[in-house]
């Protein structure tokens, strides 16, 4: 039986859980915690909440017959709430008003914004894959391996993590690998996972394989996007650097698998310090998580002269002729520690969508005359850009 109801989708859900720090945007209660039912298993009271009803009808509080579908089942139109003060707000009409909760929740996000390391304490960003993204604590580090705990998945589930252990020969190459915040480093496993069941949630040992060869950044040469003159040193390695976290994931035609997943993290992060952690965790993949080229005759990553990220920050959610400043810590090949900011392209949805579906049609138009995932995406100027009409390049 189809639902009338415009319901959030499940990555909704979770980023509303997320923005809101699995706090009540209300009470300011916690919704998530350990359950004694067994040593993995959680407690959830949260209710990711419309602010105005997913369906007409009797008792629908707030209903807007305005609001498109999708726009019902938006992050916009939804707060983050225990399950005793969801029911609250669906009684009292008048005092929980359609203002009063989007000002609500404004704030309660507002007040959950990191200050530094602020409230992270000892866990952040660990990244298995593609697919599955956790809050944990590096425990060990060294030449025998990595070993870290997992207290919380944002993406993915202990279920999908015994699978990959499993299922290891099956994964693509370039998927096998694991991505440290903490270290500000990363890499390709070389063997499946041991994980190991604790009291405090799970524990999991991987070997990561030796980074692919490092190139000195003072080497870089490129090309300026604005003036068309040639580049060099550290003035080419920054060009290069935002070039490369400007190109969005999946607009690059001879290479699908290509690019970053900062224009996305922006449309459904910005306002949170979320965003800046998940960029960071993007840096780490594009630095040391290599893919075959053929061109090159071996494995190389996008991002080559980094030996280890230290840190990101975006001092603005605000965008300048759609370029987002990011501020980024490194230590780099053959220059040792730099910070810079750097100015990087966010794609709106629409120029995603679009920038995806053109290098998709493309892709299969010359499928027969080009190896895809072996060329490598150089940095577009703006007039060739603007020519080709390549969204974000």
């Known amino acids: 039986m189809t639902s009338s109801r415009d319901?959030?989708?499940?990555?909704?859900?979770?980023?509303?859980?997320?923005?809101?720090?699995?706090?009540?945007?209300?009470?300011?209660?916690?919704?998530?915690?350990?359950?004694?039912?067994?040593?993995?298993?959680v407690t959830m009271i949260g209710v990711a909440a419309h602010i105005a009803a997913a369906a007409s009808g009797p008792g629908a509080r707030r209903y807007d017959h305005s609001m498109t579908p999708e726009q019902r089942g938006s992050i916009d139109n939804g707060i983050w709430l225990c399950a005793s003060c969801s029911v609250l707000i669906d009684r009292d009409e008048v005092r929980y008003s359609t203002q009063n909760l989007h000002e609500l929740k404004l704030s309660h996000e507002a007040s959950r914004r990191l200050q530094g390391q602020g409230e992270v304490g000892r866990d952040d960003i660990?990244?298995?894959?593609?697919?599955?993204?956790?809050?944990?604590?590096?425990?060990?580090?060294?030449?025998?391996?990595?070993?870290f705990r997992i207290s919380h998945f944002l993406e993915g589930n202990i279920r999908e993590l015994w699978a990959l252990s499993v299922d290891f020969s099956k994964w693509?190459?370039?998927d096998r690998y694991v991505l440290s915040n903490e270290l500000g480093y990363g890499g390709l496993l070389s063997q499946?996972?041991?994980?190991?069941?604790?009291?405090?949630?799970?524990?999991?040992?991987?070997?990561?394989?030796?980074a692919t060869d490092r190139r000195n950044a003072l080497a870089t040469k490129t090309m300026c996007r604005e003036t068309g003159r040639?580049?060099?040193?550290?003035e080419a390695m920054?060009?290069?650097?935002?070039?490369?976290?400007?190109?969005?994931?999946?607009?690059?035609?001879?290479?699908?698998?290509?690019?970053?997943?900062?224009?996305?993290?922006?449309e459904r992060y910005a306002g949170s310090d979320w965003l800046s952690r998940l960029i960071m965790m993007d840096i780490i993949r594009l630095s040391f998580v290599p893919r075959n080229s053929r061109a090159a005759n071996k494995k190389v990553v996008p991002l080559d002269w980094v030996n280890r990220v230290n840190s990101v920050s975006t001092p603005t959610f605000e965008l300048t002729e759609q370029y987002l400043s990011i501020h980024v810590d490194a230590?780099?090949?053959?220059?040792?520690?730099?910070?810079?900011?750097?100015?990087?392209?966010?794609?709106?949805?629409?120029?995603?969508?679009?920038?995806?579906?053109?290098?998709?049609?493309?892709?299969?138009?010359?499928?027969?005359?080009?190896?895809?995932?072996?060329?490598?995406?150089?940095?577009?100027?703006?007039?060739?850009?603007?020519?080709l009409k390549l969204p974000g390049r």
């Open 172 to 174: 693509p190459d370039e």
């Open 7 to 41: 319901d959030f989708s499940r990555r909704t859900k979770s980023d509303l859980a997320l923005r809101a720090s699995y706090q009540c945007s209300l009470c300011k209660a916690s919704t998530v915690g350990p359950s004694d039912e067994a040593s993995n298993a």
């Open 331 to 387: 230590e780099l090949e053959g220059v040792g520690n730099w910070s810079g900011v750097l100015p990087v392209f966010i794609c709106t949805p629409e120029q995603l969508q679009e920038g995806r579906d053109r290098a998709q049609k493309n892709a299969i138009s010359i499928s027969p005359t080009v190896d895809h995932g072996i060329v490598e995406a150089l940095p577009v100027d703006k007039k060739t850009a603007d020519r």
């Open 192 to 210: 499946p996972p041991a994980i190991e069941r604790t009291e405090s949630g799970h524990e999991v040992t991987v070997q990561i394989q030796v």
């Open 126 to 147: 660990i990244a298995i894959g593609p697919s599955l993204i956790a809050l944990g604590a590096v425990l060990r580090f060294g030449p025998d391996g990595c070993r």
């Open 238 to 266: 920054e060009s290069l650097f935002g070039n490369v976290l400007g190109m969005a994931h999946g607009t690059w035609f001879a290479d699908l698998q290509s690019g970053s997943f900062i224009s996305d993290y922006h």
């Open 230 to 234: 040639m580049l060099g040193g550290m």
